[in-house]
């Protein structure tokens, strides 16, 4: 069974990371014509550098150029789309029709991926892209297991299904919204949007002043009355691939990449485990558990599980069980010290949960000694991105992460 897990890279660090912690592919844009123009996204020489990279791993690389295009957006379009073509993109992602129309003239052996924000919510919508041209359907995330079922047997083989498996939703139809660009005037259908969905708002009688306007509060966080909960679908791959899914894709180009190593590090495992016998699955709430790990919002299985599962509201910002600590930069040596770029304050006696892809996740040890950068022992590391020496019993590389848990 050939499953892909597909994560996102904001930036060139979070493409490393998400290729070092097991991800077979990533996504990510260029300077334009990309949905996240807040990300940091690549210049046209590290777009070469990081597909390049990607293939020096035997990884894909997948460029987003997934707005929804106004006329003027055209301009240069077609160089870029040559240009994606020319460094080896294995793919780019489109929502536009006028856009997928292009590339298949200009650069016809350029697979296309049909972008979920063209709401490929039934099998006739799906077969009409693949019949345009599209190698693989991102599909709609308002759909059932069932429907995707029913997808996937009315297209021909060869077309891919993909669909989110984790992360921040939407509270408007597949990501199509309105509201920052009538709050803010930053679309968000061409890659501005500021997440007005995420604010905090109040409600005020039509006929009271604004001295009157009110806040409804849920619970001591506050009241975000747009917020959605975020898709986990860690426990229900087996359903997925049952479906006909082969591509698992995770949300996130604008997190950070401690949540990018969090989420593809659990979602690897969970999917080795699935490949490896697919017969004797079993969901497991550790991982569930493991994910809380990083920033979210309550978790929801979305539409997936059918209409008894599709209240996704939330009323809270969003929370962790455990605090980013520290990067290793360097290998543990043979004396035991490992180096590592402090991110947030810790201090002798804490004790550190390592994050790795290897046999040491979730091992633990206690600082007995920290070694500041001008080689000096200190009881607390309180500089951030200093780089530290501690001791450790194990063996930690580089990209490794070290966390601690809340009390």
């Known amino acids: 069974m050939e499953l892909e897990l597909l994560a996102p890279a904001g930036d060139k660090e979070k493409l490393e990371t998400a290729f070092y912690f097991g991800a077979d592919a990533c996504y990510f844009a260029g300077k334009k014509w990309g949905l996240r123009a807040f990300s940091d996204n690549f210049e046209d020489d590290e777009l070469k550098q990081y597909i390049n990279y ?8 997948y460029i987003t150029v997934n707005i929804q ?15 994606l073509y020319s ?19 200009v650069v016809p052996n350029l697979p296309v991926h049909l972008s979920t ?10 077969k009409f892209w693949a019949d345009a041209g599209a190698k693989r ?18 297209l021909p083989k060869e077309i891919e299904l993909e669909a989110f498996v984790h992360g921040a939703m939407c509270i408007s139809y597949s990501g199509r919204c309105l509201l920052s660009n009538y709050l803010a005037n930053r679309d968000s259908n061409r890659g501005q949007c500021v997440q007005a ?43 997925m691939a049952q479906a006909g899914v082969t591509s698992f894709k995770i949300e996130g180009r604008m997190k950070s990449p401690y949540y990018v190593a969090t989420v593809v590090n659990a979602y690897r495992r969970v999917l080795n485990q699935l490949q490896k016998d697919p017969d004797n699955f079993k969901p497991d709430l550790k991982w569930v558990k493991e994910l809380e790990k990083s920033s979210h919002r309550k978790f929801t299985t979305g539409f997936c599980l059918g209409e008894g599962n599709t209240e996704s509201l939330e009323s809270s910002l ?24 402090q991110r947030n304050k810790f201090s002798v006696g804490d004790v550190l949960e390592v994050l790795s892809p290897d046999d040491n996740f979730n091992k633990t040890f206690k600082v007995e ?31 490794d992460i070290l966390r601690r848990m809340h009390t």
Not at 72 to 77: A, K, M, P, V, W
Not at 137 to 154: G, Q
Not at 318 to 341: C, H, L, M, Q, W
């Open 318 to 341: 969003p929370v962790s069980s455990a605090d980013f600590i520290a990067n290793v930069v360097k290998k543990t040596d043979s004396d035991g010290y490992v180096t590592v770029e």
């Open 117 to 126: 924000q063209a709401c490929a919510s039934n099998k006739y919508a799906a």
């Open 197 to 239: 969905c995420r604010w905090q708002y109040y409600v005020r009688e039509v006929s009271r002043d604004k001295d009157n306007e009110l806040e409804i509060q849920e619970d001591e966080k506050g009241t975000y009355i747009l917020n959605s909960k975020d898709l986990c679908m860690i426990n229900h791959l087996d359903k």
């Open 69 to 83: 295009a106004h006329n003027s957006d055209f301009i240069g379009l077609e160089d870029y789309l040559k240009f």
């Open 54 to 61: 990607a293939h020096s791993l035997n990884k894909k690389a």
């Open 369 to 399: 000694e920290i070694i500041d950068s001008n080689n000096n022992s200190v009881q607390a590391a309180i500089k951030v991105q200093e780089l530290v020496k501690i001791k450790t019993p194990y063996k930690l590389n580089p990209k």
């Open 137 to 154: 359907i991102i599909l709609a995330r308002e759909l059932s297991l069932s429907e995707i079922a029913e997808i996937r047997d009315y």
């Open 87 to 105: 460094i080896g993109a294995d793919a780019i992602i489109v929502s536009d029709a006028g856009i997928l129309s292009l590339a298949k003239q």
